[in-house]
């Protein structure tokens, strides 16, 4: 079975450009989160959807950051006016629903976005 | 201000010995405690987890051990084999609302040398 995939794997940019970083879940988990990962740091929650809708998108760091799940199952992170410190790896992962507090999350490969 | 704390960035262990890697925790909310595992250019993927209700979990060469009174979780890998080396992260979750939010340390690198 297919596991969670995210497009492109990397993504090199120019500072304030506008780029798209898509997530395709496992099908059937409703629970979808974005987390970003730093140089040298763990990853960090940005937001997460149960279905359609953004349930929490507390971790998002500006209003630069947006994103969207229209269907209940790919999502779209989207940045517009890039900055060279949103440089990272953004990673997005799955669950089966996220009411219980023992759901796994399964992670994607991420993507590599370069800000130059 | 960092909730989870891996104080080792690396580690090195000879193949067949034990790894230790140790994590910290300051929220007394958190309650279910994970390691994931990374290899380069890939994702995290789950590893072991503990309940805040027990203080030992055991899958195979892996066990996690918890003590909560310390805010104190290690992952013991016994015996250490070259594929693990990798990144290993602590993960904590809490019961409360934002339940669903993983919060991570900054990893430790584990390198088993054969």
């Known amino acids: 079975g297919a596991g969670v995939s995210q497009t492109p794997s990397n993504k090199v940019t120019e500072k304030g450009k506008y780029v798209e970083l898509r997530c395709d879940p496992i099908s059937g988990h409703t629970a979808l989160y974005w987390y970003r990962q730093s140089l040298g740091q763990g990853p960090e929650f940005l937001i997460y959807f149960q279905g359609t809708g953004a349930a929490d998108d507390s971790g998002l760091p500006n209003d630069r950051f947006f994103a969207v799940r229209p269907e209940g199952s790919v999502s779209t992170l989207k940045i517009q006016r890039t900055e060279r410190g949103d440089s990272a790896v953004y990673l997005c992962a799955s669950s089966l629903t996220a009411s219980t507090l023992y759901n796994e999350q399964f992670f994607g490969p991420g993507t590599r976005l370069t800000v130059l | 201000d960092q909730q989870v704390k891996q104080n080792s960035p690396s580690l090195s262990v000879q193949e067949g010995r034990i790894s230790i890697l140790n994590c910290d925790y300051t929220?007394?909310?958190?309650?279910?405690f994970l390691w994931y595992k990374k290899y380069p250019a890939e994702g995290p993927t789950f590893l072991i987890s503990?309940?805040?209700?027990?203080d030992k979990n055991e899958d195979g060469r892996f066990t996690v051990f918890l003590n909560k009174s310390a805010k104190h979780l290690s992952l013991h890998i016994v015996p250490s084999q070259p594929g693990d080396s990798a990144v290993y992260f602590c993960a904590a979750k809490g019961s409360g609302a934002g339940s669903y939010q993983l919060t991570f340390g900054k990893g430790t690198k584990l390198s088993v040398i054969p």
């Open positions: 929220n007394s909310m958190f309650d279910y």
């Open positions: 503990i309940s805040s209700i027990k």
